[in-house]
């Protein structure tokens, strides 16, 4: 049983750390749009800026750092793992989640 | 000759006499052992009344009582003073007084090392789950190690001081399936399940703590009852459980340990407030549900299925083709694939998770295929254990708490089937070959290890003939009980 919760709360984490609720873009962000807040992001966490490091998501409140940006950058420039991130994402926000 | 000295030495020869009296219904072992221990216990005692007297002559009394008491109620001692005061080399040489065969005295000294944070194989490096008990202890250690309630509650507080929640857990409903006349010492009502409460208290989960102390009697115990039903269902009145807590035997620790409890219920976070309108925000809210660890049935996982029905059809799947496409995915039909994957992954999840049985009736699609999903994984868990019994091949038989360990994982494998699909899934794995594995698997353990597997097969044993008588198996409802009958002569006390 325990086992079985663990795996679940494993699948929730995988979902609450969406990319697009990491780097606090819409489902249908562009590339260019990803990349430039990307290293938006990368850059305001490097100077230390207040609120870099928090992100708001549908799925509540998400601690980010260099290393899950970079990640989240990475996962959406594979189109095949984008297409999974984004009909969840597109699925949730039509849902009318907003970030909390 | 003062009466009272007589009274003493009366008292200390009935108690010695009764350290080797036999279990009700039972024979002594082979061997003059018994009679031996006795003799000296007598003597030792006799000698014991000597040394207070010379006390009491010496003009220190109290002193002498306090000898008296610590020395006549020396399990008391170990409890009640050096546990909670963690006197730990203390409280092992009086344990060394209290009453008890070699073996019963092995698993009491395990409890009480373990109750203090770590036996003596705490340093080990390889010291970590019950499941690799195995490797861990050489062969001769493990051979001593008896399966009882003494080393079982041990075992229990092992997992927890190492972390191994889930192997407790399944120690612990090992010991809740105990068929009703499997012998318990009352020492390990008491005090053993008041400890397990204990430890499942300081991790805040009320649950357990509730279905721990349902198992135990005595003032420790009834305190953490009223505590957990207090937190869990808030119908303890606050008065009684007070009261509980003035009559239980550790009033500072619990204090300490019923305001961390509550503090840790007040730190949960609040539930994702997302609009369940869609099968996205269903299908997070539920799994968010499962990831706290709430309760759910079958039915609100078979809802579920039934709502991405829709969502998932064939125009859905052309839309994401297209996405697809767009984004210049190379395998489109693979991607979408991998999506639909995804969420069937997510479900069966969450199906696992959930309780209840599954819903009777037709069931398509989705919901079709986690139920047949989900009979195939039950039926497969058993299979590691009815497997080598039903090809008559020759299984080996390990040392008996790992066997007790491994018994409870096969009980709740099939509490989990039971539950999942109902008495006649389990009526079809008893015929299937559970039959074999439940009666063999003990008569092998208690052929090999004699009195040390004596307790766990005598449970063992019982709950194969409650099983048969169950299903109608006559035969080996009769003989589990005759054989259940062999192993109680045997169990050490």
């Given amino acids: 049983m325990r086992a079985a919760r663990l795996e679940c709360e494993k699948r929730w984490s995988l979902h609450r750390a969406n990319p697009f609720f990491v780097l606090g873009l819409p489902a249908d962000a562009t590339r260019s749009e990803v990349e430039r807040e990307g290293a938006k992001l990368l850059a305001m966490l490097a100077s230390g800026i207040e609120g870099a490091e928090r992100a708001e998501t549908p799925l509540g409140p998400l601690t980010r750092d260099a290393e899950s940006i970079r990640a989240a950058l990475a996962e959406l420039r594979d189109p095949e793992r984008r297409l999974a991130y984004e009909w969840w994402a597109r699925g949730l926000m039509a849902a009318g989640a907003t970030p909390r | 000759m003062n009466p009272a000295i007589l009274i003493w030495i009366v008292i200390f020869g009935l108690r010695a006499m009764n350290s080797g009296k036999t279990p009700p219904g039972g024979t002594a072992p082979p061997g003059q052992a018994v009679e031996g221990a006795t003799v000296a216990l007598f003597f030792f005692h006799l000698g014991l009344v000597g040394i207070l007297l010379a006390f009491v002559s010496a003009g220190w009394p109290q002193l002498a009582l306090y000898a008296w008491l610590v020395l006549a109620f020396p399990s008391w001692a170990v409890w009640r003073v050096c546990q909670p005061l963690r006197l730990r080399r203390l409280g092992l040489a009086l344990l060394l007084l209290v009453y008890g065969r070699s073996q019963t005295r092995a698993g009491r000294r395990r409890l009480f090392e373990w109750s203090l944070g770590g036996g003596p194989e705490t340093d080990s490096p390889e010291a970590d789950l019950p499941a690799t008990m195995r490797s861990r202890r050489s062969p001769r250690e493990s051979r001593l190690v008896p399966a009882d309630g003494w080393t079982t509650c041990a075992e229990v507080l092992k997992a927890e001081a190492t972390g191994a929640i889930e192997d407790a857990e399944r120690l612990v409903s090992g010991l809740l399936e105990l068929p009703a006349r499997t012998r ?16 499942a208290l300081r991790r805040g989960d009320m649950e357990s703590v509730m279905r721990r102390a349902s198992l135990g009697s005595g003032r420790d115990c009834r305190f953490y009852r009223l505590l957990a039903r207090a937190q869990i269902a808030g119908d303890a009145p606050e008065p009684l459980l007070w009261i509980a807590w003035a009559l239980s035997p550790r009033r500072i620790r619990n204090l300490r340990l019923l305001r961390q409890a509550r503090s840790s219920a007040a730190a949960m976070a609040p539930p994702t407030a997302l609009n369940s309108g869609s099968p996205w925000a269903a299908h997070l809210q539920l799994l968010e549900r499962a990831a706290r660890g709430d309760r759910y049935d079958r039915h609100a996982v078979l809802g579920l299925a039934a709502v991405w029905e829709g969502h998932l059809d064939a125009g859905a799947e052309a839309h994401l083709r297209a996405r697809a496409l767009e984004l210049g995915v190379i395998d489109a039909e693979a991607a979408c694939r991998a999506v639909q994957e995804q969420v069937f992954a997510d479900l069966e999840a969450l199906a696992g998770q959930a309780e209840g049985p599954w819903p009777v009736g037709e069931w398509g699609g989705l919901g079709g295929q986690l139920l047949a999903r989900a009979e195939d994984r039950l039926y497969g868990e058993l299979e590691p254990w009815v497997e080598p019994y039903r090809q008559g091949h020759k299984t080996e038989v390990a040392y008996p708490l790992v066997e007790w360990d491994r018994w409870v994982s096969f009980q709740a494998a099939l509490r989990r089937l039971e539950e999942a699909f109902g008495e006649e899934a389990v009526a079809t794995a008893w015929h ?17 290890h004699q009195e040390r597997a004596a307790w766990a097969c005598h449970a063992m044993f019982e709950w194969t003939a409650a099983m048969a008588e169950r299903f109608g198996d006559e035969e080996a409802a009769r003989v589990n009980h005759e054989n259940a009958a062999v192993a109680a002569r045997q169990i050490a006390t």
Avoid at chain 2, 184 to 199: K, N, Q, S
Avoid at chain 2, 432 to 448: H, Q, S
């Fill in chain 2, 184 to 199: 318990m010492p009352r020492t390990v009502a008491r005090i053993g399940f008041g400890l397990l409460a204990e430890a």
């Fill in chain 2, 432 to 448: 299937g070959g559970l039959r074999l594995a439940a009666w063999n698997w003990p008569c092998r353990l208690l052929a090999l």
